[in-house]
């Protein structure tokens, strides 16, 4: 069997997926959304922290854009654009929170009220900001191995290894050989550090 064979086949089971969510049947999507949810777990383990009611809301807004972009892949749906799909939603979403704003009393006068409270924290101490610009630097990093010639695959690897599949079962669902996906993976290991070193 080819490489391009396996790869279809590997791509079926994703297509089949998102058919049943868009055209709501068999299991209504249930086995992509369980994909999805998967996938924001993975996420705020590796990344941050996200609570039940953030994921939740992710996970909706990840939905929605199933629905309504989901047509343009559906004959070639990949696990890996669905997993980009979910990690640019995990990152919008951090991004907004982040970007909420306290609103103060125009009438009280703030330096009174730093001094009576104390010293607002500085933008360079805030966990938020510093989320923000590590996620900030990890889509600079996916977006440049990705420009590349091997990138969507490289990207497959890896996110198949981030999720704990050891070298063989990458090796039958890529039809490389075990040696060979060990050797990708320790290069783009090292790739992976390079970049974030340039990009952040």
């Known amino acids: 069997m080819t490489k391009k064979s ?20 068999q ?3 249930a086995a992509m959304m369980s994909l999805v949810e998967r996938y ?9 922290n996200l609570s039940f009611h953030e994921r939740q809301d992710i996970s909706q807004e990840v939905a929605v854009k199933l629905l309504c972009h989901g047509t343009k892949v559906r004959d070639n749906c990949s696990r890996s654009w669905v997993y980009t799909v ?6 919008d979403y951090l991004r907004k929170q982040a970007k909420q704003i306290a ?16 010293s607002f924290p500085a933008i360079s101490e805030s966990v ?3 989320v923000i610009q590590r996620l900030d630097c990890l889509q600079k990093v996916f977006d440049r191995i990705e420009q590349q010639e091997t990138g969507k695959a490289d990207i497959s690897i890896y996110t198949q290894y981030a999720f704990g599949f ?4 990458i090796s039958k669902r890529s039809s490389r050989s075990v040696d060979a996906i060990g050797q990708r ?5 090292s790739r992976l550090k390079n970049l974030m070193n340039e990009c952040c």
């Open 40 to 48: 924001i777990g993975h996420f705020a383990r590796r990344y941050c």
């Open 27 to 29: 299991d209504n999507g």
């Open 103 to 118: 609103v103060y009393d125009g009438s009280v006068d703030p330096e009174a009220e730093a001094n009576r409270t104390g």
């Open 128 to 130: 938020d900001v510093a």
């Open 6 to 25: 396996l790869t279809g086949l590997s791509n079926s089971g994703c297509s089949q997926m998102l058919g049943h969510l868009l055209d709501q049947k």
């Open 86 to 91: 979910v990690r640019n939603e995990c990152i």
């Open 185 to 189: 993976i320790s290069v783009l290991k």
């Open 166 to 169: 050891s070298y063989r079962e």
